[in-house]
């Protein structure tokens, strides 16, 4: 009996086990794709917040999410069918070349014609959301669009009149100014590279597109303007501080070619995670009239 009870202990403990190492990873997987979508909801929200929208905005802006979820999830069905066909030609691509033959003019023909018509696909949906979001930009006044321009998505927006985003917000750059400044002149000479190799690396962490940088040429640049904040007085330095602070942002956050408006628009306004607050939003807007 005492061995019966000792056996089924050991067969609980690994069953216990098993499903610990099956559980654990899928459920911190789900967990953080739960905390992910919540930041994105609260995103969203910051720049819905932000934009102070009138009603009819808000009923615009729904219409075009709602108009673009559809677009992509066409999309999606359409590449999900056409992957389908892919993987068949695929495997006869496959079986030809394990037996050493050339792949036939037909199979690669119909190869191409699958690539070519997912490519047209993406391009007809593409220009179909920036339709879209061209028409939403005639809605907008002219200061959300100024304020759309410059926003950057936070999680904690900064305290002030632009609250929206990041917008316009020096402080932290100031911040960063004065620590440099104040590294006594022996440690900066012994340490410059790693403080420039650190400014780059955050570079990195804070915007994607910098991974796309000259670290050379951005590291060049920092040097010099670091070099030229630490021999200024302090007068100099404060009467100067704001086009400082403006000059060290466009080191480290260089402006994107790609800032046309309607970008920012599909980026930050046509995202499903807006439809659900909009539709309160506006079944509240309706039941106040």
Same mark, same amino acid.
């Given at each position: 009996?005492k061995g019966w009870?000792?056996?089924s202990y050991?067969?609980?403990?690994?069953?216990?086990?098993?499903?610990?190492?099956?559980?654990?990873?899928?459920?911190?997987?789900?967990?953080r794709?739960?905390?992910?979508?919540?930041?994105?909801?609260i995103r969203?929200?910051?720049?819905?917040?932000g934009?102070?929208l009138?009603?009819e905005?808000?009923?615009s *802006?729904?219409a075009?999410?709602?108009?673009t979820?559809?677009?992509?999830?066409?999309?999606?069905?359409?590449l999900?069918?056409q992957?389908?066909?892919?993987e068949?030609?695929?495997?006869?691509?496959?079986?030809?070349?394990?037996?050493?033959?050339?792949?036939?003019?037909?199979?690669?023909?119909?190869?191409?014609?699958?690539s070519?018509?997912?490519?047209?696909?993406?391009?007809?949906?593409v220009?179909?959301?920036?339709?879209?979001?061209?028409?939403l930009e005639?809605?907008?006044?002219?200061?959300?669009?100024y304020?759309l321009?410059?926003?950057?998505?936070c999680? *904690?927006p900064?305290?002030?009149e632009?609250? *929206?985003?990041?917008a316009?917000?020096?402080?932290?750059?100031?911040r960063?100014?004065?620590?440099?400044?104040?590294i006594?002149s022996?440690?900066?000479?012994r340490r410059r590279?790693?403080?420039?190799?650190r400014?780059?690396?955050?570079?990195?962490?804070q915007?994607p597109?910098?991974?796309n940088?000259?670290e050379?040429?951005?590291?060049?640049r920092?040097?010099?303007?670091?070099?030229?904040i630490?021999?200024?007085?302090q007068?100099?330095?404060?009467l100067?501080?704001?086009?400082l602070?403006?000059?060290?942002?466009?080191?480290?956050?260089p402006?994107s070619?790609?800032?046309q408006?309607?970008?920012k628009?599909?980026?930050f306004l046509?995202?499903?995670?807006? *439809?659900?607050m909009?539709?309160?939003?506006t079944?509240l807007?309706?039941?106040?009239?």
């Amino acid at each position: 009996m005492k061995g019966w009870i000792k056996t089924s202990y050991i067969s609980v403990f690994f069953l216990c086990v098993c499903v610990f190492l099956v559980s654990g990873p899928m459920a911190a997987g789900q967990s953080r794709a739960g905390t992910e979508t919540i930041r994105s909801e609260i995103r969203a929200l910051n720049l819905i917040n932000g934009l102070d929208l009138t009603p009819e905005q808000m009923e615009s *802006i729904l219409a075009a999410a709602r108009e673009t979820a559809a677009v992509q999830q066409a999309l999606l069905a359409s590449l999900e069918r056409q992957d389908m066909q892919t993987e068949e030609v695929l495997e006869e691509i496959r079986l030809e070349l394990i037996q050493g033959r050339e792949v036939p003019e037909r199979t690669a023909r119909k190869f191409h014609e699958l690539s070519n018509v997912a490519k047209r696909e993406r391009l007809r949906a593409v220009e179909r959301i920036k339709a879209i979001a061209l028409a939403l930009e005639k809605d907008l006044g002219s200061h959300q669009l100024y304020a759309l321009e410059r926003y950057i998505p936070c999680i *904690i927006p900064p305290k002030g009149e632009l609250r *929206i985003g990041q917008a316009e917000n020096h402080e932290g750059l100031y911040r960063r100014l004065d620590q440099v400044r104040k590294i006594p002149s022996r440690a900066y000479a012994r340490r410059r590279g790693q403080i420039i190799q650190r400014t780059l690396e955050g570079m990195k962490l804070q915007n994607p597109r910098a991974l796309n940088m000259d670290e050379r040429e951005t590291a060049t640049r920092l040097d010099r303007f670091y070099s030229r904040i630490r021999r200024m007085d302090q007068t100099e330095y404060e009467l100067q501080k704001k086009g400082l602070a403006a000059e060290f942002k466009e080191i480290i956050k260089p402006d994107s070619p790609d800032t046309q408006m309607w970008r920012k628009i599909q980026a930050f306004l046509l995202v499903p995670e807006v *439809i659900p607050m909009l539709e309160a939003r506006t079944a509240l807007a309706r039941s106040a009239r």
